[in-house]
């Protein structure tokens, strides 16, 4: 995991429920397209590929779209959580998170931030939300 989607993943690790159990994945020594977190709660089973947007771009390895491709079509819980920050003069000033379910895979693949089916939170976040949504029941 690059640096920038290390700090995004302490940020998210730092809000998450003390009974939550999370484990970041190093794909090193696992399967191609593994995501980046795997977490539990209340007995629901998750996995999130954590991400730093690029312009409006969401890259994504084919290895990545195949396995949260699978693991939807198996009935799995996948996410793809993307971060969005800019402070500068050319840029604007913001800082969003992007949320996907693992069923819009191929579409976040194709057209990045722009894609349909997901949820934008802008900071302030509010983590409770957040946190929630991963969560909850989600099939589309």
């Known amino acids: 995991m690059n640096t920038l989607e290390s700090t995004f993943w302490g940020l998210l690790k730092s809000h998450l429920p003390k ?16 995501p ?14 954590l991400k730093v947007v690029k312009g409006k771009r969401v890259e994504l390895r084919p290895e990545q779209v195949a396995w949260l491709f699978r693991r939807n079509r198996s009935g799995g819980s996948s996410w793809i959580a993307a971060r969005d920050k800019a402070d500068g003069v050319r840029k ?11 069923s819009n895979v191929i579409e ?22 957040i946190i929630q949504t991963l969560f909850k029941e989600l099939r589309l």
């Open 19 to 34: 009974d939550c159990h999370a484990q970041r994945i190093e794909t090193g020594s696992t399967g191609l397209g593994i």
């Open 36 to 49: 980046d977190v795997n977490m539990c709660w209340e007995g629901k089973d998750i996995w999130v590929e």
């Open 92 to 102: 604007g000033k913001y800082d969003r998170i992007y949320l996907w379910p693992g």
């Open 108 to 129: 976040v693949k194709e057209k990045g931030v722009e894609a349909i089916g997901g949820f934008v939170f802008e900071a302030p976040f509010e983590w409770d939300t």
